[in-house]
T-cell receptor, first 113, second 112 residues
Framework: QQQVKQSPQSLIVQKGGIPIINCAYE??????FPWYQQFPGKGPALLIA?????SEKKEGRFTISFNKSAKQFSLHIMDSQPGDSATYFC????????????FGGGTRLMVKP | KAGVTQTPRYLIKTRGQQVTLSCSPI?????VSWYQQTPGQGLQFLFE???????NKGNFPGRFSGRQFSNSRSEMNVSTLELGDSALYLC???????????FGPGTRLTVL
């Protein structure tokens, strides 16, 4: 059972555009929601993370929006650059559950120059 | 500070063989987790170790096992390899007081 659903699977935007990637979760016990960026041949790298007690978090050009009642969260990339072209994964985990991240299926983003 | 290191980076094995992958966490990180990444199933949690004890285990058959040493380094073993075990195996480490996991570059396993 897929507990974190991510959309879209792929996304193409022009440089300067604002790609938005959405995730929905089922398990209300989840309380930590990170986003990872992965380049080919590399491991995932943490971009930004949020907890359910806040509705939005910004770090540089990356923003997470969180809707607890809808059990959804999204990643916005402001002023996107060709160097942002990568695969993005949302994930979720439960407190005191250690390292067990449940990942979404991933979104392959291409930013055209 | 050095990141998470994994060895080897690439492996080719044949069906029925077994394989051992190694992970060295970031210095000071005592929690190590393993994930399998495939195009079809995405990123899936295998298991987590802390202080040489397995704390969590994902939904994988018993052919997948792991261990952690006193210096926090970890190994995972896959016995009786199947074609479907071909994947990128990722190791991640963290301080136990935080949720942030840092991933290594992975070991690409190909089973022929």
């Amino acid at each position: 059972q897929q507990q974190v659903k991510q959309s879209p699977q792929s996304l193409i935007v022009q440089k300067g555009g604002i790609p938005i990637i959405n995730c929905a979760y089922e398990n209300t016990a989840f309380d930590y929601f990170p986003w990872y960026q992965q380049f080919p041949g590399k491991g995932p790298a943490l971009l930004i993370a949020i907890r359910p007690d806040v509705s939005e978090k910004k770090e540089g050009r990356f923003t997470i929006s969180f809707n607890k009642s809808a059990k959804q969260f999204s990643l916005h990339i402001m002023d996107s650059q060709p160097g942002d072209s990568a695969t993005y994964f949302c994930a979720a985990s439960k407190g005191n559950a250690g390292n067990m991240l449940t990942f979404g299926g991933g979104t392959r983003l291409m930013v055209k120059p | 500070k050095a990141g998470v290191t994994q060895t080897p980076r690439y492996l080719i094995k044949t069906r029925g063989q077994q394989v051992t992958l190694s992970c060295s966490p970031i210095s000071g990180h005592r929690s190590v987790s393993w994930y399998q990444q495939t195009p079809g199933q995405g990123l899936q949690f295998l298991f987590e170790y802390f202080s040489e004890t397995q704390r969590n285990k994902g939904n994988f058959p018993g052919r997948f096992s792991g261990r952690q040493f006193s210096n926090s380094r970890s190994e995972m073993n896959v016995s009786t390899l199947e074609l479907g075990d071909s994947a990128l195996y990722l190791c991640a480490s963290r301080f136990v007081t935080t949720d942030t996991q840092y991933f290594g570059p992975g070991t690409r396993l190909t089973v022929l």
